[in-house]
């Protein structure tokens, strides 16, 4: 069975279900070059917990989380069958790697969640099993808990992310737009791109203390932590490939990371924690 990628998704505003822009181009383009996946782990940032919990539900349900949106979007659903034996094999994975994991019987999909699935994979067909996310832990616990799951990309199973890779909505009314970028956005992307390309994974889990402007870009780092899920699921030696999904509003960058395991190439550095 071929090894799948690990991915991390910018997954924006809920109205990327409406209007996807680039961001469904650059999905769909993904989508195509990707081996079928016989299911899917995600783990979104709108899905928080003191401990990590997996969702067993045979049909979760779609989750419209957010308020104040056109009437439209609220009649989206995305009805992927879950998958509660793979649940229960994730459990056993993240409770052998010490993660005292529990398991939540009814959790459906966010909008973290099905919002770029849907993207990915409008037909629904494949099962999803989500994974909340430990805010208070910090990026080291979900590094860690991305490596419980890396197995599961050699039985076939996608593993994804979902955040953003810079999330600050107090900005929202700070006169930002697709002509006027805030002046932290690109310094912070291109900071987590090159800590990426290097294989400098002790940086980036210190991220909020060596990355430029991280407090402006994540005034809290539930958006970025889904990124190590994903990094710590594609394995020692993997290399990174940024997808660029533009910058939404002037603030909000869509970046797209695909993590490999390793190639023929040798002129990237391998993604191994010192």
């Avoid at 997954?11 to 209007?19: D, F, I, V």
């Avoid at 993904?30 to 940032?45: C, D, F, N, Q």
């Avoid at 879950?82 to 999909?109: K, T, V, Y």
Wanted: aromatic share 6%.
């Amino acid at each position: 069975m071929t090894t799948l990628p690990s991915l991390y998704i910018s997954h924006g505003s809920p109205m990327t279900a409406l209007q996807p822009g680039l961001t469904g181009k650059r999905l769909a383009e993904l989508a195509a070059v990707l081996p079928r996946p016989k299911a899917i782990v995600m783990a979104s940032a709108h899905w928080l917990s003191r401990r990590p919990q997996v969702g067993s539900a045979a049909m979760p349900e779609t989750i419209h989380d957010f308020g104040g949106f056109p009437a439209a979007l609220y009649q989206l659903r995305y009805p992927a069958p879950g998958d509660p034996a793979l649940a229960e094999r994730i459990m056993q994975l993240l409770d052998h790697a010490g993660l005292a994991p529990a398991i939540h019987p009814e959790r459906g999909l966010d909008h973290g969640a099905w919002v770029p699935l849907r993207l990915l994979y409008p037909d629904a067909d494949i099962p999803v099993v989500p994974v909340s996310i430990q805010p208070e832990l910090g990026p080291a616990h979900q590094y860690a808990l991305g490596q419980a799951l890396a197995p599961l990309r050699d039985e076939g199973v996608l593993v994804i992310g979902s955040g953003s890779i810079t999330h600050n909505l107090h900005d929202l009314g700070a006169g930002y737009s697709d002509e006027r970028q805030a002046p932290y956005v690109k310094p912070f992307i291109d900071w987590i791109e090159q800590k990426l390309a290097a294989g400098d994974v002790d940086a980036l889990l210190d991220y909020r203390r060596q990355a430029p402007f991280a407090e402006r870009a994540h005034p809290t780092d539930e958006h970025l932590l889904p990124l190590f899920v994903a990094l710590g699921a594609a394995g020692a030696n993997a290399q990174a490939q940024r997808i660029d999904a533009g910058i939404d509003m002037g603030l909000l960058a869509m970046d797209i990371y695909r993590f490999d395991g390793p190639t023929s190439d040798k002129s990237r550095a391998p993604l191994t924690a010192r």
